[in-house]
């Protein structure tokens, strides 16, 4: 049985949708693409699950496939969705350019890329881990952001631009953090063990930054 949206997340919702009966009508190029993302869905998670299956699909995993498993996640870990909806508002509130919700959830790949991470560190965490791996591969390629699923990353995060942010696997980034492009998380030499950096809750790392 789904779960029940929270607030934030009917809000977001709304508002997407709303935003995108709007942009249908006023650029009608985009009209069928507006339709098969977001108002061919009643709820958010589903028009989050096919629009990133549609972005990582492969020859190894279909849309399909891959939209099963995002949609699994989802329902059977309901604070990721929350993260998702705690990402957007981050977006919306720190990057000027970004002016409405529907935006993030269309265009933005570092949005993209974590909402990525939150369904390849779920499957880690069930021992799914090969599964996780793939999804890590497949949003460095599509992304060219490599975050490994045993990362711990929490909510309200924006990744600015995102192109070539690294983070390792036992890197923490707790919440309301913001990573511009070419951030790097790396490992501090150790073979085994703790050996990335933890990012504290509302840092700010510039572009470039390796720690």
Sequence with gaps: MPSRPTVTETCIW???RERAIQRAASEPMLASFLHATVLN??????????????????STLTAMQLREVIQEAMAKDPTIVDAVCADIRAVQERDPAVTCSLVPLLFLKGVHALIGYRIAHWLWGQGRELLALHLQNRISEAFAVDIHPAAKIGRGILMDHATSIVIGETAVIEDNVSLLHEVTLGGNGKATGDRHPKVRRGVLIGAGAKI
């Design 14 to 16: 709304s508002s997407i």
């Design 41 to 58: 869905h009643e709820r958010f998670e589903d028009a989050i699950s096919f629009h990133l299956a549609g972005k990582l699909a492969s």
